[in-house]
Nanobody, 126 residues
Framework: QVQLVESGGGLVQAGGSLRLSCAAS????????MGWFRQAPGKEREFVAA????????DYADSVKGRFTISRDNVRIAVYLQMNRLKSEDTAVYFC???????????????????WGQGTQVTVSS
């Protein structure tokens, strides 16, 4: 099994920045692509960003493209989400997710991921 733990959430003013971290432990050799999802109050969980094992491919939701950057450190077995120019609509619980299978997949679907963290709250005040 793989355990994922997010950190870095908090309260920030609109226009500010936050950097989320997700540390993996356990059988991390089985973790391939990783992603970030978020869930706002009263809404379904939605895709934010994904990155392949090598980091050569990164995908983003249209709503965060140009403002958020996903990266990973395969030595520390961690994935990060740099969030800039935050907006009030970015307020949500952010979840880190990992996939144990290699190859192509629908990176926007939460059903394609096998490991999940508990989430970290991000609140953007306007």
């Amino acid at each position: 099994q793989v355990q994922l733990v997010e950190s870095g959430g908090g309260l920030v003013q609109a226009g500010g920045s936050l950097r989320l971290s997700c540390a993996a432990s356990g059988r991390t050799s089985t973790t391939y692509s990783m992603g970030w999802f978020r869930q706002a109050p009263g809404k379904e969980r939605e895709f934010v960003a994904a990155i392949t094992l090598s980091g050569s491919r990164r995908d983003y939701a249209d709503s965060v493209k140009g403002r958020f950057t996903i990266s990973r450190d395969n030595v520390r077995i961690a994935v990060y989400l740099q969030m800039n120019r935050l907006k009030s609509e970015d307020t949500a619980v952010y979840f880190c997710a990992g996939r144990r299978l290699s190859g192509s997949y629908n990176y926007t679907s939460e059903n394609e991921y096998h490991y999940w963290g508990q989430g970290t709250q991000v609140t953007v005040s306007s």
